[in-house]
């Protein structure tokens, strides 16, 4: 275990948190009766900023109705509690549900939408609850409701403002907590892997569609429990407090502090609410002021208020250590016993694919042996990638069938054929940006369920020793590759071929038993080369069957026992490297023509 | 039957005014992939903007139209010059800067004109039409005709002349655009004025329809964009039946739900939206691996 610097980092963390504590209990002995009341409004906001975070800036998902979620819960509580009759905290328990389900509801169009689309539509769902809010008797219109009774906790009147801090702040802590105990752990790295590539996150096992309807319950969590503590605290609820205006008032508070970052979220979520209420006799020069400083933050700083540390340290590293950081050597695998062959690993039987009317893939047939080093080549456009997009789950084939070990696995998911053992590599390279190298192979590495997120809830302990076990798999997997050095960086900033070797320990990361490798060599210098046929080797020596797609005919002549060449969407030729080189069918297509085949064999720039 | 068709037609002028918007959205969108969420805003600059010439300087309707126009058309070159940095990059980033946007124009137009929004008298005081038993505004007729007039504008000017001719192939693909020469940025600072432009056309008429005030460009903004999203995003046909669509879905849900015809409106949209996500002349987009 090689972690030098963090005992230090990590006292100064720690003195930073205590005194943070002391500091936020000392508060309202500082304060008057109406500055304690803006310090209990802004905890609220902090609340849900912190879901909006964990919605937008961890899990990339657009969501615009965190304040409808707000206003769920404030107005269920309000509700229960006044025409219903029920105990406060029953009534906030129930409310928690009522805005759990609400967003389930606004959750669900993100699995067919994302983006612009999913932006739009969320916003469009809070629109039309405050129209409902406004307009059913019920709710008291835009009156609203008042003469909510005061949460009754014994010993402890929270009629008192000055006490009800005390409760915000005891649930702000906790909320702060579980929102970086989950960003740090499988669950958050799954969602953040999805954020910054979601077709990546899906071939490593990433229940994208799952990870989604988890973003917009957390956020309607957050969203819940803020209306309750509001509920209770102003003890009256009115449409005004709901409106778009304060959704992007949210969205500023976000941007400001910082959206991946959930300290960043509260920061900003508090030092807008207090400038807001600081400036309430200009509210529109406040207004005015905070749509530019979100302009400016967007354009200048988009990592907002909680990036800027993080740039200046970057900045600095950058100066210091140049070329410390170095690519070691790959440490093989383990040899396996070679299986009894013979068995077929992967069978692709008829596959045939359309993209409206043009026929990428026309009934394409050939199987695969196990433990075998399979190659797939053809010109450009042949139909290669778009093969590899079908066999891993990214495009349903129009018609066929693909089987794994006798299992026909046709038109699943990419994240159930991740579990299924398939892993794959990407062309142009789909490394979760955002995420550090370590990370990176974590996503891959942890194969628990997305539905085993309940375990947050009730047994966090068993969560953390899981996650440790991962991190100590992963120490040895960063080091096989030899990339153990760049655990920490990002992958952009790291050298073309040391990503592609980072992309290759990512999908061994996932133990797969059959590798598909798209262009594994492009773009290597011939040493990089050298080390890939290495690598690829010994991964097939540990049992794992690869298939690679490769221009490079030398790597693909020595590498491969078998090669299958398409041309124009079909199979022409598929046998033995030295066969498929001497078949005219497959002359025909590199060099086009009978008449360019008489010429000395100029090979193509491809052909090498 | 009657009833049916009177709703029908009651929609229909300011479901040309979504249109309108709608199309200042995909103008911006398919040029720069760019989801311009301070239209709506510059929408209501527009209102604004062409009611104060028409009303307290008392131009005739058309000049302060006009006027409109050019004001937003620079608001539109601004926003697109701020967001440049951002362009074909993050996207969320770029819809939370034009958020930003939108709440700077709606802070100004509150500080210029203030909170409360103004009634703005109709342009044209001939008698409502008969038609089939059936009445019609005139100042509708009028509305549909100018929105009519400025997509056979839009579309003459992208087929038909050198710009336009360009900006569809910045739209296509704008780094092969900068490859046969084109000024990519140029091209995309001329979308979005001609967009704001639309959007200040679309404002000027929409003020004797509505109530013109700062926080109309919120809820026009959403309308449009929502007929774009039905539409599909980018697509100029799909702009206008997008628009005509919300807006004679929002006459029926008024008609049937009263009060509750925004909740109705927008839950339609999102089954609508989820049902066929790239809308109705909207292109399957490929991921590519």
Redesign the interface.
Same mark, same amino acid.
């Given at each position: 275990m090689k972690l030098p610097d963090v005992p230090t980092g990590l006292r100064y963390r720690l003195a930073a948190l205590a005194v943070a504590v002391v500091l936020a209990c000392a508060l309202p002995y500082t304060l008057g009766a109406y500055a304690m009341h803006i310090v209990d409004v802004a905890i609220i906001f902090a609340l849900l900023a912190l879901g909006l975070g964990l919605a937008m800036g961890i899990a990339g998902q657009v969501n615009l109705a965190q304040v409808a979620f707000f206003g769920v819960g404030a107005y269920a509580t309000a509700l229960l509690t006044t025409e219903a009759g029920l105990g406060f905290w029953t009534a906030a328990a129930l409310a928690l549900l009522i805005s759990l389900a609400a967003g389930l509801l606004v959750g669900l169009p993100a699995l067919r939408i994302q983006s612009h689309y999913l932006g739009i539509v969320t916003l469009g769902l809070a629109l039309a609850f405050l129209n409902w809010i406004v307009n059913t008797p019920m709710a008291g219109g835009a009156d609203g409701i008042s003469a909510i009774p005061v949460p009754p906790l014994p010993g402890i009147d929270l009629s008192d403002e000055y006490l009800y801090y005390y409760l915000e702040l005891t649930v702000f802590t906790l909320a702060l907590a579980f929102g970086l105990f989950v960003v740090r752990t499988p669950l958050g790295r799954r969602m953040r892997a999805m954020r910054d590539d979601d077709l990546a996150a899906g071939a490593v096992g990433a229940e994208i569609p799952y990870l989604r309807m988890a973003a917009f319950l957390l956020a309607s969590a957050y969203g819940g429990v803020a209306g309750v503590l509001y509920a209770g605290l102003i003890r009256y609820v009115a449409p005004e407090t709901f409106s778009i205006a304060n959704m992007f008032l949210l969205l500023a508070m976000v941007i400001v502090g910082g959206r991946q970052s959930l300290w960043g979220c509260a920061v900003g979520a508090v030092l807008l609410f207090l400038a807001r209420e600081w400036l309430a006799d200009f509210a529109t020069y406040a207004q005015l002021g905070y749509g530019l400083v979100v302009v400016v933050m967007v354009v200048f700083a988009p990592t907002g208020l909680a990036g800027i540390p993080r740039r200046l340290r970057a900045a600095r590293e950058r100066r210091r250590t140049g070329t410390r950081a170095v690519l070691r050597d790959f440490q093989p695998y383990e040899p396996a016993d070679r299986a009894t062959a013979e068995r077929t690993e992967l069978e692709i039987r008829n596959i045939s694919k359309d993209f409206r009317g043009l026929r990428a893939l026309d009934d394409v047939s050939f199987s695969v042996a196990a433990g075998a080093i399979h190659g797939v080549v053809g010109p450009n456009g042949s139909g290669k990638t778009t093969l590899f997009n079908v066999i891993s789950g990214l495009y349903r084939a129009t018609g066929g069938a693909v089987e794994l070990d006798g299992q026909v696995i046709t038109g699943a998911r990419p994240y159930r054929l991740s579990l299924l053992g398939i892993a794959r590599t990407f062309q142009n390279l789909r490394l979760f940006e955002e995420l550090s190298v370590r990370d990176n192979i974590l996503v891959a590495m942890d194969r628990t369920r997305t539905r085993s997120g309940w375990r947050y809830l009730v047994w966090p302990v068993g969560i953390w020793r899981q996650d440790r076990e991962l991190r100590r798999g992963s120490e040895a997997l960063l080091s096989r590759f030899g990339i153990t050095d760049y655990a920490d960086t990002t992958p952009g900033s790291l050298p073309y071929g040391i990503q592609r070797r980072i992309e290759i320990a990512r999908a061994m990361a996932s133990r797969p038993r059959l590798l598909l490798l798209d262009e594994p060599a492009a773009g290597l210098n011939g040493e990089e080369v050298r080390q890939l046929a290495e690598i690829v080797r010994s991964i097939r020596g540990s049992g794992v069957t690869v298939v690679v797609i490769e221009h490079n005919m030398g790597l693909v002549m020595s590498l491969c026992e078998r090669v299958t060449v398409l041309a124009s969407g079909q199979v022409i030729a598929d046998g033995t490297p030295e066969e498929v080189v001497a078949s005219p069918a497959v002359i025909e297509a590199y060099l086009g023509g009978e008449s360019m085949a008489e010429e000395p064999m100029a090979l193509p720039t491809e052909v090498q | 039957m009657q009833i049916f068709f009177q709703t029908l037609v009651g929609g229909l002028s300011l479901g040309a005014v979504y249109a309108l918007v709608a199309m200042g959205f995909s103008l911006v969108y398919r040029t720069m992939g760019l989801?311009n969420?301070a239209h709506g805003n510059v929408v209501m600059i527009g209102a604004y903007v062409a009611s104060t010439f028409y009303l307290t300087v008392t131009l005739p309707f058309i000049p302060a139209m006009l006027i409109a126009l050019a004001v937003t058309g620079a608001i539109g070159l601004v926003i697109e010059r701020? *967001?440049r940095? #951002?362009e074909n990059k993050?996207?969320?980033?770029?819809? @939370?800067?034009t958020?930003?946007?939108? @709440?700077? #124009?709606?802070? *100004?137009a509150?500080?210029i004109w203030g909170?409360t929004g103004r009634a703005v008298r109709n342009p044209v005081q001939a008698a409502p039409v008969e038609l089939l038993g059936l009445r019609i505004r005139t100042y509708d007729l009028v509305v549909l005709a100018v929105a009519a007039a400025a997509t056979v504008a839009l579309v003459l000017f992208l087929q038909r002349t050198k710009r336009g001719a360009a900006m569809q192939a910045v739209a296509m693909n704008h780094e092969a655009a900068t490859a046969v020469g084109i000024h990519v940025g140029r091209s995309n600072a001329v979308a979005f004025g001609i967009g704001a432009s639309l959007a200040a056309l679309a404002g000027s008429l929409a003020g004797p329809l509505l109530y013109v005030s700062p926080t109309m460009g919120?809820t026009l903004g @959403?309308h449009g964009?929502?007929a774009m999203?039905i539409g599909g995003?980018g697509s100029i046909p799909g702009a206008i039946v997008g628009g005509l669509s919300i807006g004679v879905l929002g006459s029926y849900s008024a008609g049937h739900f009263e009060?509750?015809?925004?909740?109705v409106t927008?839950?339609v949209?999102?089954v609508a @939206?989820?049902i066929r996500?790239t809308g109705i002349f909207g292109e399957?987009t490929?991921?590519?691996?």
């Open positions: - | 989801v969420f701020v *967001l940095p #951002l993050d996207f969320t980033l770029m819809l @939370i800067g958020i930003g946007f939108g @709440i700077v #124009l709606e802070a *100004l509150t500080l909170a919120g @959403i964009f929502a999203a995003f009060g509750y015809s925004e909740l927008f839950l949209f999102t @939206i989820m996500p399957t490929v991921n590519r691996a």
